[in-house]
């Protein structure tokens, strides 16, 4: 069953949440290097949880993590670890923040050699999720085949957001970068 079809089986209170996400944001491009941060922070924090936990704390993410802004995460200290560990408005997992942290550090090495993570993302771009999948284990960390998967799912790197008969599917197509058609 696809994400698509389940909304509707969902609860008005459930619907509203998910349908924000599935009509505006899931399967659609991002062009910018802090919101595919975001977005990949979000799918690690997502892991052994619901989605619906993770964007009912959307906004308490981003306020903790200072809008996602790659080059202040990077810069992050013990004392900023410690402040996220406290902070019951995230996921309060050691292993998650620190790797958000590093995570972080690793698209500031990746901007500087492909000029964003964007580029980074097409320059291997297309690619079959096996090879997705070990790329990212490779370059990033807690990153396993679900939470890469629904990562390239999400910014339309790989197919499946949307299923052809769901209205929005045509929206993501038309949204699509050029690079994204090969």
């Known amino acids: 069953m696809s994400y698509c079809s389940v909304i509707p089986l969902m609860s008005e209170e459930k619907?509203?949440?998910?349908k924000a996400y599935h009509d505006l944001q899931y399967g659609f491009p991002i062009h910018d290097d802090n919101e595919l941060f975001c977005r990949l922070i979000l799918e690690i924090n997502q892991a052994g949880l619901s989605w619906e936990t993770i964007l009912k704390k959307q906004e308490t993410f981003r306020k903790a993590?200072?809008?996602?802004?790659?080059k202040?995460?990077?810069?992050?200290?013990?004392?900023?670890?410690?402040?996220?560990?406290?902070?019951?408005?995230?996921?309060r997992n050691k292993l998650k923040i620190n790797a958000a942290i590093e995570n972080a550090k690793t698209i500031l090495t990746l901007q500087k050699e492909y000029g964003s993570f964007e580029k980074w993302l097409a320059s291997h771009h297309p690619s079959s999720k096996a090879e997705w999948i070990k790329l990212f284990k490779k370059t990033f960390r807690f990153t396993g085949g679900e939470i890469v998967n629904e990562f390239l799912m999400s910014i339309g790197m790989l197919p499946g957001a949307h299923t052809a008969d769901c209205p929005i599917h045509k929206k993501v197509l038309r949204a699509r970068?050029?690079?994204a058609a090969k």
Do not use: C, M, S
């Open 72 to 91: 202040k995460v990077a810069a992050y200290t013990e004392k900023d670890r410690e402040r996220l560990l406290a902070d019951a408005g995230i996921i």
């Open 15 to 18: 619907q509203a949440l998910h």
């Open 177 to 179: 970068p050029l690079w």
């Open 65 to 70: 993590y200072d809008n996602f802004n790659i």
